[in-house]
């Protein structure tokens, strides 16, 4: 049977532009909302992210308050509250309304967050599940505080104000306070849950107060263990290495040099005057025509012309990590480990050119939050990375250990808590979800070698705890048969009272064991 054909201007008839919104409202599974238990973790997870670089931005010390309240079966309101600046009204619907938009998302800079999808795929995921707005209070520590209820206009990719009103601000409040619901989620305490992600990133982030009040009003504070803001990480101009033709053309466009020459020698790092005439030598057109100008087979040539220059590494002084210190005492606060180790490793590089630094620590015993073996605890520029591990760098990293080699004989029953943060103004994460860390081999080779510097202390420490014990099992077992020993001296003596050998058996054992005596 012949159908009928149809022709090209019915084909396209319905053909349009999706906005960005509109794409990931259909794909928010590619955000991390998929799952009850996930799309409630990554709801807060983007609230305590957007937080934290609020208050780090305004260089304070956060105070920052999560609350989940039930609303009815699988239905939660969600509130997240911090101590920062404050957001200008004018400002509200860009900040929770649109995505892809953000002071770091065009940046080269180290963020926790870099797609600028986070607050707004919140606020996104709670519309789309309750048809409601997302309430946003806040106050610049004026004389008002305002509070608006904001929609996403998921077709034209904007944030629209509903409505809004003002209050007086008496108390001379500062800071936001954003509220959401959504439905089609759960909370519990499995290791994927909200209250996971907070007890991680209370490591991560010693110098933030963290309360946290669950849904049956249990109300957990996790403290901060440093009274110090971190210090804020610089832009980072890009190195030639590591760069495309895309990236080069998008740069030349935006520049404010009238000379090829000036755009490579300002608006990169490493590129000399040196490098630049061993870089002139390799290309076939001149450097004096405006990088505007440039076209995508001289901007190919531009790359290919890096790649056989010997440049040095990049700068890393805009990469900041927590720091060996810290990272202890966040172990130790929140964990109460017996033996605890980090360090923090030198900076490199990968694809060439970007630059990156890996920070491990390991902590034995305390409050060990796996059953299963290693309670591998992973972070991207100190933000806690739950999903996804099984398809992580990280873990495979992990799992390539000998761990026997470092005195662990049963990995199953050892409580060991391995911590481990990428540091690095583009972090390759393996999908929009951000979290999982793409397996490039100089990411991966500098956490196993990071893993190996903290397993050589783990080791020393727990060979130092055999002994220990050991030297308590022949002490105990010496005091054990002291009594009977003492007697049967006694009678070869002939004394009647063997309590005085027994006291000197007791102390004899105390010398030889270092335990007092009796």
């Known amino acids: 049977m012949n159908q009928e054909s149809r022709h090209a201007n019915d084909i396209f008839k319905d053909f349009r532009v999706q906005s960005v919104s509109e794409f990931f409202r259909k794909n928010a599974a590619m955000l991390g909302y998929t799952g009850k238990i996930r799309s409630l973790t990554t709801l807060i997870h983007e609230g305590v992210t957007n937080a934290l670089d609020a208050c780090e931005d305004a260089r304070i010390l956060p105070d920052i308050r999560v609350e989940i ?30 995505m892809l938009a953000g002071s770091k998302a065009h940046r080269n800079i180290q963020s926790r967050g870099q ?11 709670s519309q789309v599940t309750t048809g409601k707005p997302s309430v946003v209070i806040t106050s610049t520590g004026d004389s008002h505080v305002v509070k608006c209820e904001v929609q996403i206009d998921v077709e034209h990719n904007i944030g629209r104000i509903v409505h809004k009103k003002k209050r007086k601000n008496d108390e001379k409040w500062r800071g936001t306070k954003l509220l959401v619901e959504a439905k089609k989620v759960l909370y519990n305490k499995s290791r994927y849950s909200p209250y996971n ?19 049956d009003g249990s109300k957990l504070l996790f403290e901060r263990s440093i009274t110090t803001v971190p210090t804020s990480p610089k832009e980072i101009k890009p190195h030639p290495q590591g ?14 040099k009238r000379t090829a020459s000036s755009f490579l020698l300002n608006d990169f790092v490493r590129i000399s005057k040196t490098r630049l005439g061993d870089i002139e030598k ?9 990088p505007s100008k440039l076209t995508w087979k001289e901007a190919e040539e531009l790359v290919q012309a ?5 440049f040095m590494a990049p700068p890393t002084e805009g990469l900041i990590p927590i720091g060996d210190e810290n990272v202890r005492k966040g172990l130790e606060t929140t964990i109460n480990p017996e033996f605890v180790y980090a360090t923090t490793r030198s900076a490199v590089t990968y694809k060439g050119g970007i630059p990156f630094i890996v920070e491990v620590g390991v902590a034995y015993g305390g409050n060990h939050n796996s059953t299963n ?21 990280i873990t495979e990293a992990v799992n390539s250990i000998d761990w026997r080699r470092y005195g662990v004989k049963e990995e199953d029953k050892t409580p060991l808590t391995l911590f481990i943060n990428l540091v690095s103004t583009h972090i390759p994460y393996t999908s929009a979800g951000k979290q999982a860390i793409a397996m490039e081999e ?10 190996m510097d903290v397993g050589r202390s783990l080791k020393s420490f727990l060979r130092g705890k055999r002994r220990a014990h050991e030297k308590r099992k022949k002490r105990d077992t010496l005091r054990k048969y002291a009594p009977e020993t003492a007697r049967a001296l006694s009678m070869l003596i002939k004394k009647k009272e063997s309590s005085p050998v027994e006291e000197k058996l007791y102390a004899v054992i105390a010398k030889k064991y270092g335990e007092q005596a009796g």
């Open 373 to 393: 073996g290693i309670d591998i605890i992973r972070y991207a520029n100190s933000a806690p990375l739950i999903f996804d591990q099984g398809g992580c760098a």
């Open 306 to 310: 890096f790649s056989q220059v010997k």
């Open 243 to 256: 760069i495309s033709p895309h990236d080069m053309l998008l740069m030349a466009r935006y520049t404010d």
């Open 197 to 215: 992600y907070l007890r991680m990133t209370s490591i991560s982030n010693p110098h933030a107060n963290i309360t946290f009040v669950e849904p």
């Open 115 to 125: 797609q600028g999808i986070g607050i707004s795929g919140a606020v996104m995921y």
């Open 69 to 98: 309240e039930e609303l009815g079966s699988e239905h939660y309101r969600v509130a997240i509250e911090d101590n920062a600046s404050g957001i200008p009204l004018n400002y509200i619907p860009e900040v929770f309304g649109r």
């Open 282 to 290: 390799l290309i076939s057109f001149s450097l004096g025509k405006n």
């Open 442 to 451: 100089e990411i991966y080779s500098e956490i196993r070698n990071g893993i």
